[in-house]
Nanobody, 128 residues
Framework: VQLQASGGGLVQAGDSLRLSCAAS????????MGWFRQAPGKEREFVAA????????YYADSVKGRFTISRDNAKSTVYLQMNSLTPEDTAVYYC??????????????????????WGKGTQVTVSS
């Protein structure tokens, strides 16, 4: 599966952004999807993930209550709605896919977290 993230940009603290990740290739609905981010000088970190059906979601504590992950299997797209952005959210955001069962990010498999496919990132910059 090929993934293409978009929607990044430069915003001010407190603003919102919605990232999109369009998938092509094999059946999108068979993949769990996730968003990850990497800030300059820092390791890649998990942000959010969603099961293939959309019925289960996972969030990093740092974004819980502010970010919402969702998916539209008919459009082969996963979204990340980001509200109340802070400068600490500045990073390159990546979407990734994992085929089959998904029980949350595999932290012991950093920096890939057990995901099978990765797209190129989209830059999010939040100014104070």
């Amino acid at each position: 599966v090929q993934l293409q993230a978009s929607g990044g940009g430069l915003v001010q603290a407190g603003d919102s952004l919605r990232l999109s990740c369009a998938a092509s290739g094999r059946t999108f609905s068979s993949y769990a999807m996730g968003w990850f981010r990497q800030a300059p000088g820092k390791e890649r970190e998990f942000v959010a993930a969603i099961s293939w059906s959309g019925g289960t979601t996972y969030y990093a504590d740092s974004v819980k209550g502010r970010f919402t992950i969702s998916r539209d299997n008919a459009k082969s797209t996963v979204y990340l709605q980001m509200n109340s952005l802070t400068p600490e959210d500045t990073a390159v955001y990546y979407c990734a896919a994992r085929q089959g069962n998904y029980m949350g990010p595999l932290y012991h498999q950093k920096p890939y977290y057990g995901m099978d496919y990765w797209g190129k990132g989209t830059q999010v910059t939040v100014s104070s």
